[in-house]
């Protein structure tokens, strides 16, 4: 998996200061850049999940890469924003963190590491292409089993989220979401 501490050794990122287990918060929030203090919070959650945390810490990088502080002083970094279902958010804002999700998950899971390891992973399962796509998340008890056994997989190896993986799969055209038509 990506080692995040190497990027934060980056000279684009050297003058930032990371405080991570903050246990002083609200519990619905996950991380915090403040751009004035040049300073990330990671806040410390009741459970402990190595995936989450490293998708706030890349979420948060993100921001800095993106020159997010041009346009904020502040961001703060929930679990609604992380699965892409804030609604509190002005368009312009939803926009910012749409991308700072975007250039994370490329972050963690860089496009060819990323599909070598799904084919490694698709073949070992045994499985074949049908169609213009690898994988179909639809009702079919078959399919679900399916796409869970990739998620977890790719999960394990990239120390991500499946939920992670799963957008990182649709992004990449790999996965078929049959709900995301269905509403």
């Given at each position: 998996s990506v080692n995040l501490d190497k990027i934060v050794l980056l000279d684009t990122l050297s003058h930032i200061t990371i405080v991570k287990d903050v246990t002083n918060h609200d519990h619905r929030l996950l991380g915090?850049?403040?751009f004035i203090q040049q300073e990330i919070?990671?806040?410390?959650q009741s459970d402990d999940n190595l995936?989450?945390?490293?998708?706030?810490?890349?979420h948060e990088i993100s921001h800095i890469?993106?020159?997010?502080?041009r346009y904020l002083i502040k961001d703060t970094f929930s679990n609604e924003d992380m699965n892409g279902e804030s609604r509190n958010r002005n368009g312009f804002i939803s926009k910012l963190?749409?991308?700072a999700n975007y250039l994370a998950s490329c972050i963690l899971m860089p496009k060819k590491t990323f599909v070598d390891r799904f084919l490694e992973i698709y073949k070992k399962l045994g499985l074949t292409p049908r169609g213009k796509v690898f994988l179909y998340n639809d009702k079919q008890e078959c399919n679900k089993i399916m796409v869970n056994n990739v998620l977890v997989g790719l999960s394990r190896h990239f120390n991500v989220s499946k939920k992670a993986v799963e957008i990182r799969l649709k992004d990449l055209g790999i996965l078929f979401d049959e709900s995301n038509f269905m509403k």
């Open positions: 915090k850049i403040d919070y990671l806040y410390k995936h989450r945390d490293r998708f706030t810490l890349a890469l993106l020159d997010h502080g963190e749409f991308q």
